[in-house]
């Protein structure tokens, strides 16, 4: 079976550019009633590339948070990154550290969700497969980005029609359709696993510390705890 091309990438992730569309033009329009210039999100995209992150730096900077908090903030919110860089290692073994780093660098939770999907079904899919997910994936974020933002000023209050609820829409999306796929492997101890887990840890973080530290905590160690139990030894059931 002939492996996956850079094209063929561009192709598998066309669901994902669907979503991002909504999604990227949902935070251009909130980021606008911020007073973000479309040159400023038009760099954060690019530069920065994080949904979550994005929505969270419009909100931080609008409450005036202190640029060290922000920063902190940030970091914590894509730590996972690191953990499905580190899975996308062992999918590849190898690549060649540019690759590795373009990748990595490129990686967000819907490409990862992409990735591991057709890893499940044991697609032939490759490094320069994957390199083509993440840069059509990149590319629809920035142009939609930039278009709400274009249109931002059109509509001054956002949230009144739940426009900030876009990314929050997103990855409950995202967590039925993987967690589906979970189910059909026979992951189902893992998935409550870290549902449970995370939870817990969610509710007694919130109690001594603010929500948003709490939702942070409850992500990064319930991601370590999904990475520890899908070790990739593991290697006949795939990884999550």
């Known amino acids: 079976m002939e492996n996956y091309k850079f094209t063929d990438g561009i192709k598998s992730a066309m669901p994902v550019t669907m979503g991002y569309i909504s999604i990227g033009v949902a ?12 040159w400023q999100v038009f760099s954060m ?32 919110v894509n730590f996972r990154m690191f953990l499905q860089s580190f899975t996308a290692t062992q ?19 819907e490409s990862f969700g992409v990735l591991t999907l057709e890893h499940a079904k044991r697609t032939p899919i490759t490094a320069v497969w994957m390199q083509g997910v993440n840069v059509m994936s990149h590319l629809s974020w920035v142009f ?9 000023n059109l509509i001054p209050n956002p949230q009144k029609f739940g426009i900030d609820y876009a990314l929050t829409a997103m990855f409950v999306g995202l967590f039925i359709l993987t967690a589906d796929s979970m189910f059909q492997n026979e992951r189902v101890k893992v998935v409550l696993t870290v549902i449970l887990s995370s939870t817990i840890i969610y509710f007694l973080a919130g109690i001594i510390m603010t929500t948003y530290v709490a939702i942070l905590i409850a992500t990064v160690i319930g991601a370590v705890i999904g990475a520890a139990f899908t070790s990739p030894k593991n290697k006949e059931v795939g990884v999550v």
């Not at 935070?27 to 007073?35: E, H, L, N, R, Y």
């Not at 979550?52 to 914590?76: D, N, R, Y």
């Not at 999918?91 to 939770?109: N, V």
Request: zero cysteines.
């Open 144 to 152: 939609a980005t930039v278009v709400g933002a274009g249109v931002g």
């Open 45 to 76: 995209s690019v530069f920065l590339y994080a949904g979550a992150g994005q929505f969270i730096i419009a909100a931080m900077i609008a409450a005036h948070t202190p640029v060290s908090i922000v920063a902190a903030t940030i970091f914590l």
């Open 27 to 38: 935070f251009g329009i909130v980021a606008a009633a911020q007073d973000f210039s479309v």
């Open 91 to 109: 999918i590849f073994p190898d690549q060649s550290l540019r690759s590795g780093i373009a990748m990595g660098t490129l990686m967000t939770d």
